[in-house]
């Protein structure tokens, strides 16, 4: 029997989970139509961008992802604890960056005066927001949503683009964390859409190994234009690996960047009979491909983060210069 997604989901039990979304169309609608000739591939740095978005918006990390042909995989850390610290304000204005809301929230970020009972009914409104962007199922509504309609205004359709809402699996030990991640992670090679993970487009091991400034500079942008109400959030980068557990609080993978390469360049090159592709035997290690060492790849695993923060920075201090001005 069929379990209620609320019931397969606990953060008691486990913040991490594995979420796909798979299309009916066949592969064309994220891919190349090989009946037509007509390219489709611009929709998964549609949905790469919006995955970006959302996490930035909601108490979601993204810890790996895979924009495929025909399906997205997520491997997702919950984090509701992380909207107790947001004040109500910047709850009502996460929401309203994505969703218009009723006209009695319109009125409170216009400043207008509202009445007992009204406050009453806003509080009520601001807890609902609140629950939801901690919810594994309104992330991927937002997610989902918008990228079916898309697709079918540019395909000039209705009805289903994906053939379900989507599906978790519970992550309930570390051993299942690093399989789910190297597994997503290794999902073009596998199809045989790359050779080797650093070359696997759309991929959350691609922006961890080679940040792209192109990628950093399209969110910062496409979070920017969904601010409302003087909003401002920076962006938020992938769940960070944090290497050994120490006695200081720890919010990221419990795992160190370099052995997670190492981890996913090996299973890569097992043969699998159910797959077509796997790194070739021969290749160096991913490392060695990558021509740096040790204490270079320290240095640059924090780039990602650092780009963004410097691109967002650099913006919001270039709007603030133009308005005084």
Excluded at 133 to 143: I, P, R, T, V
Excluded at 279 to 300: C, F, M, S, V, Y
């Amino acid at each position: 029997m069929t379990l209620p997604r609320k019931a397969l989901v606990c953060v008691d039990d486990t913040p991490f989970y594995h979420v796909t979304s798979r299309c009916v169309r066949r592969s064309f609608l994220c891919g190349v139509d090989h009946g037509s000739g007509k390219d489709y591939s611009h929709r998964r740095l549609f949905i790469e961008q919006r995955i970006y978005l959302l996490s930035s918006l909601f108490a979601i990390d993204i810890a790996a992802y895979a924009v495929m042909s025909n399906h997205l995989h997520l491997v997702v850390k919950l984090s509701p604890e992380a909207v107790n610290d947001w004040s109500d304000k910047e709850v009502i204005a996460r929401w309203t960056s994505l969703f218009k809301g009723p006209l009695l929230v319109q009125q409170y970020f216009k400043g207008m005066t509202l009445s007992a009972a009204e406050l009453t009914a806003l509080n009520e409104i601001i807890a609902i927001y609140r629950q939801r962007l901690a919810d594994l199922g309104w992330f991927m509504k937002c997610l989902n949503e918008p990228i079916a309609r898309m697709a079918n205004q540019e395909d000039g359709c209705t009805g289903h683009f994906w053939e379900a809402r989507y599906r978790s699996q519970a992550l309930l030990t570390e051993e299942a964390l690093l399989t789910c991640m190297a597994y997503v992670d290794l999902n073009p090679v596998r199809a045989e859409m790359a050779a080797s993970p650093e070359e696997s487009d759309h991929t959350s091991i691609k922006e961890r190994i080679s940040p792209s400034l192109n990628l950093a500079e399209a969110i910062t942008n496409l979070i920017q234009s969904h601010q409302l109400n003087h909003f401002t959030v920076a962006p938020k980068p992938l769940l960070p690996f944090e290497g050994n557990v120490t006695d200081k609080e720890q919010h990221g993978i419990l795992f160190s960047i370099k052995d997670y390469l190492e981890l996913v360049d090996h299973t890569g090159r097992l043969v699998r009979s159910n797959k077509r592709g796997a790194i070739a035997l021969h290749a160096p290690p991913i490392l060695e491909r990558l021509g740096i060492d040790q204490k270079t790849w320290l240095n640059n695993t924090t780039a990602f983060e650092q780009i963004y923060r410097q691109r967002f920075a650099k913006k919001r201090n270039r709007k603030a210069e133009k308005s005084i001005a």
